[in-house]
């Protein structure tokens, strides 16, 4: 058996990068839908709570099962963000490696690829807000809409 050409052999390392950005993309959109769906349902438990049904003569109660539920669910989004973002992280290393091989095989004297790269990124480093991870983001809205729950509890207690 012979080995394969260069390109071929090139050809073969980019679609094995491309195959692990494609699953950690499949893991940023899954947690991008699985927030959304905790942010809608706590929305509506929110809004069920300003509303009229919630005045009623056991608002304290009810008030107090909302406030819990809103922040089991976030919770529970919390931890299914970190991790789809630990899978995504998982990914995007294995991918680099890839991309490293990928990199050295269409290197020459004057262009080095990796190099490039990296004084992209330093450059970039510079910006504001690079130092602020997207997952702290993610991470935040259900820690913020998780602490609403729970003060709607502690105020629920108090009644």
Request: with cysteine.
């Amino acid at each position: 058996m012979q080995a394969p050409q260069s390109a071929d052999r090139l050809e073969g390392w980019l679609r094995l990068y491309e195959g692990q950005i494609e699953h950690a993309r499949h893991h940023e959109n899954m947690r991008s839908q699985a927030t959304n769906v905790v942010v809608a349902i706590s929305a509506a438990m929110l809004a069920f709570l300003a509303s009229d049904l919630g005045k009623s003569g056991a608002a304290s109660y009810l008030s107090v099962a909302t406030g819990l539920f809103i922040v089991a669910l976030n919770l529970y989004g919390w931890l299914m963000s970190m991790k789809h973002y630990e899978r995504s992280r998982l990914h995007i290393g294995v991918a680099g490696q890839y991309r490293a091989v990928a990199s050295m095989m269409i290197s020459d004297e004057t262009h080095n690829v990796e190099e490039l790269r990296r004084l992209a990124h330093n450059e970039h480093s510079k910006m504001f807000l690079t130092r602020v991870r997207a997952s702290w983001l993610w991470s935040g809205m259900h820690i913020l809409i998780g602490t609403i729950g729970a003060f709607i509890v502690c105020n629920g207690v108090s009644s």
